[in-house]
């Protein structure tokens, strides 16, 4: 004997706290997979009703109610097809990370997530006390376990699901990205899938919330490891997966296998999303930031205009005696280039006004970089009145290299409320910018090949004050993404003194990264959830 059943993968993004407008999006998707797609079995994602991360919210009194009158709408509004959900469940004084799956009006079956993740960007072990027990549960005929996210991660889940006598696993994920995690991701379920002997269906949620980004990449996979069908990365959708079973085996057909982006194209679309889904999410009518010709505002720029579509974009140069003939041609060339809203407003007439001000105060010292700082506060100053008058967010452009030794000015042009790059090296701008020039001219070439420059004194350069930017960022990822002392980054072959001196500047800088506003987070340790330093400190880093 031998049947088939269709199950279909909901790829959502959701938003965190609404769980009335979540519900709503589930209720819409599960009727669609029901009646136009012929699914017999809807999987949502890993605490789909609440969103995730939801951090705090969790522990608000009217979580527990609000959830149980969402999961009672959610199985009395649909039925006729099974729907697997995730949601936060209080019991007997304990908070557990649950799924279930609904039908017809019950709930036939419930899972708490055994392996709580507390490590990186996670702390589930504030929240939740994890479950022991498998759960299967026959649908059709056909006997599924459920598991979420971290439990695939772990090798106990999957064999206690086979022991249960599971023929299929069913995966709720809300796994976020940085650079690689898809094949991370795929080799991590091929482990689980040979070892249980079943196939995997894991769905992740997509979308941005704060610094994460989910970049969905949901996916089935059979028992031998061979991959059936992928959901693109970074788009919503509802994914069909066919499963074909007898008594000696479970197979899932062969559908879509969307095609893994590159690198350079995987993070781009990341920071497009997470600039898309903080603006959306966050209701601004638009962004503003300043462009200065440089490299940074450029390509933040045109990830704005990507992420939101040029008429939400306005672009703001604020020329004084330091800015080149060449920035400001290049900022109008790429202003008028992408068809943003663009405006010229020169700080000379501000920038004097605070220094005579200032003049008998200052009288007796000479000039330092408090005047390059007046510059970029009176940028930060304009950028942000706008913002006030008009509702539009301030982009942010620092880099990661530059927020990691401080190379910035606080409420100057850390004025702002997201920073696209605040996760991205200085050499990975580069890339970024080249790789965005290949799907259509947006950066003017000069901003790529000039050499970068702060433009707050006569032919600054940041190479004058800061090691190349290659062996900054080696430096960094060494010290801030490996954990790495600074003798061992000196062992490594980096010359000792730059050593020392970077890694000085990102311990002594902990008190500006601790006052900057939030940016995506794309690399294994970015500088928000996932890195936690005193700012008062004794500690010595030498090893
Ligand atoms: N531990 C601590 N806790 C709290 N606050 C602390 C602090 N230590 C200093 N501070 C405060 O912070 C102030 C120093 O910070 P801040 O005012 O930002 O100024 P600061 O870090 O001294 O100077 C900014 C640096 O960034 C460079 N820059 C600026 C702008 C753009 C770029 C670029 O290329 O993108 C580069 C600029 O050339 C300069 O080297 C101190 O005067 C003090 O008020
Ligand atoms: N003349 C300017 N007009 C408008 N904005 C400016 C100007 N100069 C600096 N800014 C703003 O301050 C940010 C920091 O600029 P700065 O030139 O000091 O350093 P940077 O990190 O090399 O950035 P970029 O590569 O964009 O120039 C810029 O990205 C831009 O948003
Ligand atoms: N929500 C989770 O359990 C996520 C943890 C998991 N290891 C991931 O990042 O994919």
Redesign the pocket.
């Known amino acids: 004997m031998s049947a088939t059943l269709r199950i279909v993968m909901a790829q959502l993004n959701l938003r965190v706290g609404d769980i009335a407008g979540n519900l709503e999006r589930m209720v819409e998707a599960a009727r669609h997979a029901r009646d136009e797609m012929d699914a017999r079995i809807i999987l949502f994602s890993e605490l789909s009703l609440c969103g995730y991360p939801p951090e705090d919210l969790l522990l608000r009194s009217s979580m527990q109610a609000r959830t149980e009158r969402a999961l009672q709408q959610l199985a009395s509004t649909v039925s006729g097809i099974h729907m697997v959900v995730g949601y936060a469940w209080q019991q007997d004084g304990q908070r557990y990370n649950m799924a279930a799956v609904l039908a017809d009006g019950s709930l036939l079956a419930s899972y708490a997530k055994q392996q709580l993740p507390n490590y990186q960007v996670f702390d589930e072990k504030r929240y939740f006390t994890p479950g022991s027990d498998a759960c299967v549960v026959e649908i059709d005929g056909l006997p599924v376990a459920l598991s979420i996210c971290e439990d695939i991660w772990h090798p106990a889940p999957m064999a206690q699901a086979r022991t249960a006598g599971a023929r299929l696993m069913l995966n709720l994920n809300a796994s976020p990205f940085h650079m690689d995690k898809q094949n991370e991701r795929e080799a991590v379920v091929r482990q689980r899938c040979v070892e249980g002997g079943m196939p995997v269906i894991y769905v992740n949620q997509v979308g941005g919330q704060d610094e994460l980004v989910f970049d969905g990449g949901s996916l089935a996979m059979n028992a031998d490891g061979r991959l059936a069908v992928r959901a693109p990365a970074c788009a919503e959708g509802l994914y069909p997966v066919d499963v074909h079973w007898d008594e000696q085996q479970v197979e899932l057909r062969q559908g879509g296998v969307a095609e893994l982006p590159e690198l350079e194209a995987s993070v781009y679309q990341a920071l497009v999303m997470g600039v898309r889904d903080y603006v959306g999410k966050n209701g601004f009518p638009g962004v503003l930031l300043g462009l200065s010709g440089g490299i940074d505002s450029a390509l933040t720029l045109a990830i704005a205009v990507d992420a939101l579509g040029a008429d939400r974009v306005e672009a703001v140069m604020m020329p004084y005696h330091y800015t080149s003939g060449m920035s400001l041609e290049d900022a109008e060339a790429q202003a008028r280039l992408l068809g943003v809203h663009y405006r010229v407003l020169p700080i000379a007439p501000m920038v004097e006004s605070f220094m005579q001000t200032l003049a008998p105060v200052f009288a007796g010292r000479g000039r330092d970089?408090t005047e390059?700082?007046l510059q970029?506060r009176c940028r930060g100053t304009l950028l942000m009145a706008i913002s006030n008058k008009t509702g539009a967010l301030v982009l942010t452009t620092?880099n990661k290299s530059?927020v990691a030794v401080?190379?910035?000015?606080?409420y100057?042009?850390m004025a702002g409320g997201f920073d696209v790059l605040k996760d991205v090296p200085k050499t990975l701008v580069f890339r970024l910018s080249e790789f965005r020039n290949t799907l259509s001219a947006a950066i003017p070439q000069r901003v790529i090949e000039r050499p970068p420059s702060?433009e707050?004194a006569p032919d600054q350069k940041?190479e004058d004050?800061l090691p190349a930017y290659p062996v900054l960022d080696d430096i960094l990822r060494l010290y801030v993404e490996q954990d790495l002392s600074a003798s061992a980054i000196i062992a490594a072959g980096h010359d000792p003194d730059m050593v020392r001196k970077v890694v000085r500047l990102v311990d002594l800088n902990e008190?500006?990264r601790r006052q900057a506003a939030v940016g995506t987070r794309i690399t294994q340790r970015g500088f928000g959830r996932d890195r936690r330093y005193p700012?008062t400190s004794g500690w010595r880093m030498d090893d």
Do not use: H, Q, V
């Open positions: 970089t390059e700082n970029a620092g530059e401080g190379y910035c000015t606080l100057g042009d702060a707050l940041d004050s008190y500006k700012i």
